[in-house]
């Protein structure tokens, strides 16, 4: 997937990453990925285990800077900034959420949904009641003054993904987003997210090795071994291993 050096990022693409090369002690975990993700698209990056998808975030997000490659974000390159304007950048147009729910516990959960809009400056108020209404948009309004202590992990869950909605991101990362979720709940807050990242024309880039989960999204980029890959090379090679594990 080499793009040659000349190419200009697209004007369409709120995010794109050009060759990027990542390891992590030592070990390759991401090789020569070129991507672009379109506005307002949910985009899948799907593979198996230990594939790269969470090193691919990572680096999309500016939580990872790139050992090679390029990363850009509306024209703008995130590969080439300082740690402190990555971190008003993941700030202020991104939300990300984690495979397990990562709640401050001092705080309820209506602090906790209000927490990135009080960090941008957004006023006490204001803050209050976007969280209380995304809340109720997620059938959890009735959480909002419980502590995540008190919450079941799929509830905690469901606070994550909501803190994430109510702060309005540019892209909103998700990876295995669904994880500690019952399958029932898992397809009910998966709906919920990409109905209101597609109301609010939020642009998704979610990791995910479930096919159901990468069904809903608009297009599906997959990674075998840090690399990208059509989706006929990683069945081809899941199928593979399945059948020399049942002989
Ligand atoms: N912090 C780390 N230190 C060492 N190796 C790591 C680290 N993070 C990831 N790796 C390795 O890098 C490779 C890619 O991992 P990554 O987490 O990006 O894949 P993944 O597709 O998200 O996997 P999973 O579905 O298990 O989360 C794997 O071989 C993994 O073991």
Known sequence: MAVPPDIAPPDNDVLWARSLHHTHSGSPALTDVSLGVRESEILAVTGPRGSGKTTLLGC????????QGEVWFNSVPVHTMGALSRERLRRDRFAWISPEPDLVPELTVWENTALPLLLRGEG????????????ERL????????????LLQSERQRVAITRALASAPTVLFADEPTAPLHRA??????????????????????????????????????????????SAQAEDVEGRAACSLSV
């Open 139 to 150: 059938d959890i309004g009735a959480l909002a003054r419980k502590r995540p202590a008190a």
């Open 60 to 67: 999309l997000s500016g939580r990872i800077v790139p050992e």
């Open 124 to 135: 006490h108020r204001a803050a209050k009641a976007t969280a209380l209404e995304w809340l």
């Open 185 to 230: 709940d898992s397809v009910h807050v998966l709906r919920t997210l990409t109905a209101a990242a597609r109301s609010h024309r939020t642009t998704v880039v979610l990791a995910t090795n479930d096919a159901r989960t990468a069904a809903l999204a608009d297009r599906t980029v997959t990674l075998l071994d840090g690399r990208r890959v059509s």
